[in-house]
């Protein structure tokens, strides 16, 4: 084999991966195209916050942490209307997408909708003080990420993921590994990091 062969033959394998990966990592085409009487699309419709959730919105997601560019609120009945069959066979890259907490979906106006809960103003702060923990979501007492709030913000908070007027369990929950602080204007959740 000469040179010249083998250097096509190496660019040729390059550029199936690279267009595998960007592929991959495409947004899906919103699956079907049928809408509800308020205009949403169907796999984004909702009536309540318990039918929306968080995916994203490619195929194979993003390497890292995702924001809200990476991710979509979609109708938890729904997701296989949006995604249309369009990631069927697809191959997606072997990397980790970390979880953000922050991220969650809620229903507006009849509409799944993506929200980073560290950019809303029921994170703002302008001390440490004013930060709690809570779990992201509206019921649960124990979270292995939780996220930062303002502590005077709670009601704002339930009323973007509980459904109506939730009753959650009689339970504390505890986050000994994480602190809340306020970081440049926002309660942000720190992991506490144990000194050897």
Do not use: K
């Not at 909702?46 to 609120?73: E, F, K, L, R």
């Not at 502590?151 to 505890?174: H, I, K, T």
């Amino acid at each position: 084999m000469t040179l010249m062969t083998r250097t096509l033959l190496a660019l040729g394998i390059a550029s199936v991966l690279i267009s595998s990966c960007t592929s991959s990592h495409a947004a899906t085409d919103g699956g079907t195209d049928a809408t509800t009487d308020s205009g949403a699309p169907v796999w984004a419709s909702c009536t309540d916050n318990g039918q929306c959730m968080v995916i994203s919105a490619s195929c194979c997601g993003s390497c890292g942490q995702p924001t809200t560019d990476d991710m979509i609120a979609v109708n938890r009945d729904h997701v296989s209307d949006y995604r249309g069959g369009s990631c069927d066979g697809i191959g997606c890259p072997a990397c980790f997408m970390e979880p953000n907490p922050n991220l969650i979906a809620t229903c507006d106006a009849g509409t799944c909708r993506a929200l980073d809960v560290s950019t809303l103003p029921i994170s703002s702060c302008s001390a440490d003080s004013e930060c709690t923990l809570r779990v992201p979501s509206c019921c649960a007492c124990s979270s292995s990420a939780p996220i930062a709030i303002r502590a005077d913000a709670e009601a704002d908070f339930q009323s973007l993921v509980c459904v109506g007027d939730e009753v959650c369990p009689d339970c504390v929950p505890a986050f000994p590994d994480w602190s809340a602080a306020c970081i440049t204007g926002h309660c942000t959740g720190l992991q506490v990091v144990a000194m050897p």
